[in-house]
């Protein structure tokens, strides 16, 4: 019977599973990154959308 099942160290192992944390930790704060700035740049849009109407209104565009 083949015996290299088992073969990495546990060292090893809890290197990988540290790093797939960290990965996992980057991704999370990449993405409320992301949604906090969406969140901000939608009421900014909705500003421009009515400032683009009101001036259309008033012959101003």
């Known amino acids: 019977m083949d015996r290299t099942r088992g073969?990495?160290?546990?060292?090893?192992?809890?290197?990988?599973?540290?790093?797939?944390?960290?990965?996992?930790?980057?991704?999370?704060?990449?993405?409320?990154?992301?949604?906090?700035?969406?969140?901000?740049v939608r009421p900014l849009l909705m500003v421009a959308i009515l400032l683009v109407i009101v001036l259309w209104l008033f012959d101003r565009l």
């Open 7 to 40: 073969s990495i160290e546990v060292e090893t192992l809890l290197k990988i599973v540290l790093a797939l944390v960290a990965v996992l930790l980057v991704i999370e704060v990449l993405s409320a990154l992301i949604s906090g700035l969406l969140g901000l």
